[in-house]
Structure formats: structure tokens, C-alpha cells
């Protein structure tokens, strides 16, 4: 149970890659925006410059589909690992019950002490009530438009003091077009409880699929030929984005491109769609350059906690980029931190210490640098510099003589491990606490 109340706390909490507490002094302005972090120079945020640094390591191949196959089964194992919700126990209702009421108590919680605060004064418990009276169902959809997964079902917002409305704390995640739900529970209001494998929680079924056969589903899901999403983009005559990750069965070839079954508002449909650069048949190879390039198409695109107006956060990126090679990981940065091949604790190591383990860790594979609230992709060092690039809220730096400022860059961005040094945050680096390593 605890882990289980753990790992919801780290989704409401520090998902979004915000990093707190604000400052308690302001320098002119406490918070201000900019579009690129410092020490961060144009070449920085070309994909040649860091390909370049790769040499011969560029196009090895890290692992190969069977050990992807392995580490996803392996990582299911693992408390928030990414799950396969046709499994009975997604399905076991008494499980849900304890999941329904561990999260109750872990909230309520959090409003008693005076932590989270409601938007809507009353909301809480007028959602906790519909939650009592929700129907027991077992039910598979999929998602035909980008939709918000809600923690509890309200509309209403839950926050942290000082109020910053980018940061709902009901906001546990979106789900992306093309992603399978099990429905759990419905309340008479319509609010639906779903498992989508990486996440639960709460949402409205306008933009899913009527329910429909598992056989039809499970079909979907396991199609052994399928076409991947490498950048977000328009899939169909109906205006839809799908977002980077997404796979689709892919049923032939055309003159032109693609015959493939997309989920719409009535279920499942054979669309043909142009060939092109933002799509492939088949995952991607797991690779250093490939990764780097799939990053990079996103450089400067919107962080958005809990896929707020369709960006993404911290581990909601990675977990996109990561499904273009097949691998699935869990939601939430603290998960996907031990996700790796093999993962390596920093806590208590210098920083002398850990840039040493990055350093050895990044000649065995790709590197994810976990902080407490944030999760990055190691990209390599330049001038004698560690760099990473991840979604990035904000970051605090030194204004004035004693004095902070927090600044937001609010995108998809490259930094340095230096960033946030000397302020009471202290530098990425020091802040470090495990790195995941995905390669041999």
C-alpha cells in the first residue's frame, strides 16, 4: 500500500518537473522568462554538434528487439512500471477499490494540512462522493483525440501555495490519440475510471471509442506490423494530431504510403495516409543518433504539466521519445529513473563523483539523469561542460548580492548541470540522485 500511495504522490507532485519551494526573496522581478538557459550557445541546440561528439558510437546499436522485449517485462514487474492492462490484475475490482481509497486518504491528506488547496471550495468531497457510488465496469476503449486524465473527477483544479494556475494538481496526465483504456468505473455524471497502462484516473468519454470487443482490441494492440508517430503530426482528413510515440497497426502499403487503422469517434478505421518523414514502418533502432533526433525535433516545443494545453512535461517527454524504439516506461520521473538496463545511485556522491558516473554510464548507452522533480537525457559535454536536454519548467539563479529569481523557460530545452548554482537549490549536478542507463 505504501508504495502504491508513493507513487501517486510522485504523480500529483513532481511529474511536472517543477521544482519547489519558490523563492522567499524577489530582484526587481521574482520571476521571469527566457527563451534559453545561460552557457547555453546557438550550437548547442543543433543535433550535428552533438552527434559529431558520438563518433563511431553514433549508429551502435544499444539494444535489439529482444531486449526490449525483456526490459519491458522486466519493468513491469516494478511498482508504476508500465503495465499490460489486459491483465487480470487491472481487471480485479477489490484492487481498485484499495487504489480508489488509498488516493482519498493520500489527498484528503494533503487538503487537511493545508498543502493543496481547492480551486472550487467543496469539490473534493463532492467528487469523492461520486466516486463511492461509481458503477463497477470492465470495458476497453481507445482514445481518439488528445484528452486530460484527471486524478479525481472534477473539473476544478488543486494547488499548491503560492497559487500558480500552470500547475493543477488534479492534472495527473493526458492521453495521447491511438492509447488503449480499460474502464474500471463510471459515475452517473459520466466520469470514466480508466487504466491506460502508464497512468490512472479519471476522465470524460467524448473523446474516446464506444466500448468495444476485447478480441478487436487486443487485435489493435498486437498487429505485428506498425506504423510509428516520429513527430507529431496530422494523421487522416479529420484535423487530428497525433503526438510522437504513438504506433498504429499498419495494414499494407500503398502507392503512396500507408494503409492504417486509426481510432475514431465510432471505433476502429482502415484510413490511407502519405508516406513521410514524420512516420516510419517499424520502431526506430535504438540508437544514440536516433534518440538525439527524436529530441531534437522537439527542441523549443511547450512544457505542459500534465500535458496542460498539449505540451509535455519532464517524463511525459521521455516516455514519448522512448516508444518510438518499442520501450515502454512508466509515467512518473522517479519509475522511469530505474527503467534502464541498469540504474546507479548518486546519492551521497560528490559531484566530482557522479559526473565520473555519468561520464562511465554514457559510454555503456543513453542516460537518464534523475533529480528529485526533474528527469533528463544526457546529451554529452562541450567545453570541458556537462549538457542534457529535457521539459523544463523553471530554474533559480542568483539576482543581486544575497538574493534569487526563478526563471521559467517553459519548453523543451538544452541545459547545463551547472544550472542553479549558487542558490539555495544548488546545481543540477548536485542535485542528482540516480541515472538510468539503457544499453549493454
Same mark, same amino acid.
Given at each position: ?21 519558490? =523563492? ?16 547555453? *550557445?546557438? &550550437? ?25 522485449? $525483456? ?23 477489490? /484492487?481498485?477499490? /484499495? ?5 482519498? *486518504? ?5 487538503? $487537511? ?7 472550487? /471550495? ?18 476497453? @476503449?481507445?482514445?481518439? &483525440? ?22 493543477? /494538481? ?33 476522465? @470524460? ?68 495516409? &502519405? ?122 539563479? =542568483? ?21 542553479? $548554482? *549558487?542558490?539555495? @537549490? ?15
Amino acid at each position: 500500500m505504501r508504495v502504491r500511495i508513493l507513487l501517486f504522490a510522485v504523480s500529483v507532485t513532481v511529474l511536472g518537473c517543477r521544482f519547489t519551494p519558490p =523563492p522567499t526573496s524577489v530582484c526587481e522581478k521574482s520571476l521571469v522568462f527566457e527563451n534559453t538557459a545561460p552557457r547555453v *550557445e546557438s &550550437q548547442h541546440q543543433k543535433l550535428a554538434h552533438w552527434t559529431q561528439r558520438l563518433g563511431s558510437q553514433a549508429d551502435t546499436v544499444l539494444l535489439n528487439a529482444r531486449d526490449i522485449e $525483456k526490459l519491458n517485462q522486466k519493468n513491469q514487474e516494478s511498482p508504476g512500471g508500465f503495465q499490460d492492462i489486459f491483465g487480470i490484475k487491472i481487471g480485479n475490482q477489490e /484492487r481498485v477499490s /484499495r487504489e480508489l481509497g488509498e488516493r482519498q *486518504e493520500w489527498l484528503a491528506e494533503r487538503l $487537511k494540512s493545508g498543502h493543496f488547496v481547492e480551486d472550487k /471550495r467543496g469539490a473534493f468531497d463532492r467528487a469523492f462522493v461520486q466516486i463511492a457510488k461509481a458503477l463497477q465496469v470492465d470495458e476497453f @476503449r481507445v482514445v481518439h &483525440q488528445e484528452t486530460t486524465l484527471f486524478c479525481i473527477p472534477m473539473i476544478s483544479a488543486l494547488f499548491t501555495r503560492p497559487i500558480d494556475r500552470a500547475f493543477n /494538481r488534479n492534472r495527473c496526465s493526458s492521453l495521447h490519440p491511438t492509447e488503449i483504456v480499460r474502464v474500471l468505473r463510471a459515475s452517473k455524471s459520466g466520469w470514466l475510471y480508466v487504466h491506460s497502462g502508464h497512468s490512472v484516473g479519471w476522465l @470524460r468519454p467524448d473523446k474516446l471509442t464506444p466500448p468495444l470487443a476485447v478480441a478487436d482490441v487486443r487485435k489493435y494492440r498486437d498487429h505485428p506490423q506498425r506504423l510509428i508517430v516520429l513527430e507529431d503530426t496530422v494523421l487522416g482528413g479529420n484535423g487530428v494530431t497525433f503526438r510522437m510515440g504513438s504506433s498504429v497497426p499498419l495494414l499494407a502499403r500503398t502507392a503512396t504510403g500507408f494503409r492504417v487503422q486509426l481510432p475514431q469517434a465510432s471505433g476502429f478505421q482502415e484510413i490511407d495516409i &502519405q508516406d513521410g518523414s514524420n512516420v516510419q514502418a517499424g520502431f526506430l533502432a535504438l540508437t544514440r543518433r536516433n534518440l538525439f533526433r527524436v529530441l531534437f525535433s522537439v527542441l523549443n516545443q511547450p512544457y505542459g504539466w500534465g500535458g496542460k494545453d498539449g505540451g509535455r512535461d519532464c517524463s511525459r517527454l521521455v516516455l514519448d521519445v522512448f516508444s518510438t524504439f518499442g520501450l515502454q516506461l512508466g509515467r512518473h520521473s522517479t519509475v522511469q529513473s530505474r527503467s534502464g538496463m541498469r540504474s546507479v545511485d548518486l546519492t551521497g556522491k560528490s559531484p566530482q563523483q557522479k559526473l565520473a558516473a555519468i561520464r562511465s554510464a554514457s559510454r555503456a548507452g543513453v542516460v537518464l539523469l534523475y533529480m528529485r522533480g526533474h528527469i533528463m537525457v544526457y546529451l554529452n559535454e562541450s567545453n570541458g561542460r556537462p549538457y542534457a536536454i529535457s521539459s523544463i519548467s523553471e530554474y533559480m539563479r =542568483p539576482c543581486g548580492k544575497k538574493q534569487e529569481q526563478v526563471v521559467r523557460l517553459d519548453r523543451v530545452a538544452v541545459t547545463d548541470l551547472a544550472l542553479g $548554482k *549558487e542558490t539555495t @537549490r544548488k546545481s543540477f549536478l548536485n542535485r542528482l540522485v540516480r541515472l538510468a542507463v539503457f544499453g549493454q
